[in-house]
């Protein structure tokens, strides 16, 4: 009787695991739910229960749907020819909400990572080229994180990407928004330097 | 369609209402947690769903409890004369943690506070007394946070406590254990010199 009955104990260990939390911040977040145990508790486990039922991966583009394809890959007004490849559901919804880019998208889940086995089949690869073979795409945008995990495989898509003749892109790198040369890092200024722009 | 259907928005919203949580890291939650759907995700809404359900106030501590009397209060073992106060659950959990205290506790829910409008009735300390007059006690353990709040409410207890005739005491206050002076707040200095002890 430490911390509770056994299901306490063991709802503290789920949500102990979830990212950004540890055992700590765990605790007080089950004392803040059953605190408010018959309003958010239990409307939380509803919507909890409901969402792990009916969510899926779209049948194209691997983003997080209700139905086989995703809203966005069912919505023909999105057929730009323009594909943005992304690492992660969380850079789709990051790029949805900068509200910038019209055409569709392609999550490939991870990047390459010889350490964790992750190579080309792992990742979709191969899917995604028949992807740009199958439409009729003019533009393959790769937003993939400035890390060298994520630039080491833009670089392959890059390359395999070649035999198909499609544009590739890459996003540009430089000193973000409200940025202070004084507190960047010498990799970006150098990167935001080599990139200069006639004014 | 920025982060997905309207239900994942919902819990997004949900999750980040949680101590501790905000809006960047209720989204990184239900990433995760959408990615082990079938497994984690499921399983929490499930004991999340049991916990709302099975859990309420022991009526004569306060403790979150599967039953009308929490486990410390059903145990005689723990019928020792000693009551300790607590403001919060989280604090009983603390206590029953470190394995020190065998008695009982009362669990006050939060502590005097005009502002609040929270006044004795608020507090239950009428409900203490009279459980501090019915139960032959020997001792009551203020064990309320060291902040101003909770020494007054201690303060208020102790005088309310006074024609009852029971022993009441304090936690002491000093230098927490593996505490470097250099690090420590004035107050703290100055109690533990005051409370200073022959060795």
Redesign the interface.
């Known amino acids: 009787?430490?911390?509770?009955?056994d299901?306490?104990q063991?709802?503290i260990a789920?949500?102990a695991?979830?990212?950004?939390?540890g055992p700590r911040?765990a605790?007080?977040?089950?004392?803040?739910?059953?605190r408010r145990?018959?309003g958010?508790?239990?409307?939380?486990?509803?919507?909890?229960?409901?969402?792990?039922?009916?969510?899926c991966a779209c049948i194209r583009c691997g983003n997080?749907s209700?139905s086989e394809l995703?809203?966005?890959c069912a919505d023909p007004a999105r057929a730009t020819g323009e594909l943005c490849v992304v690492e992660?559901?969380?850079d789709l919804?990051a790029l949805?909400?900068a509200r910038v880019f019209k055409g569709r998208y392609h999550v490939l889940g991870g990047t390459l990572s010889a350490l964790d086995e992750i190579g080309p089949d792992e990742l979709g690869i191969p899917r995604l080229l028949a992807r740009v073979e199958a439409e009729s795409l003019s533009e393959v945008i790769l937003a993939l994180n400035a890390t060298i995990e994520g630039q080491t495989t833009a670089h392959y898509i890059a390359e395999a990407l070649v035999p198909t003749g499609v544009a590739v892109t890459g996003l540009a790198q430089g000193v973000p928004i409200g940025g202070e040369l004084d507190y960047l890092d010498d990799g970006t200024i150098g990167a935001a330097l080599r990139a200069r722009r006639a004014l």
Chains 1, 2 share one sequence.
């Open positions: 009787m430490a911390e509770g009955s299901a306490i063991a709802l789920q949500i695991r979830l990212p950004g939390l911040s605790r007080r977040v089950v004392l803040a739910l059953i145990r018959t958010q508790m239990a409307q939380l486990a509803a919507l909890m229960a409901d969402v792990a039922d009916r969510s997080i209700e995703c809203p966005i992660d559901v969380a919804w949805e909400r």
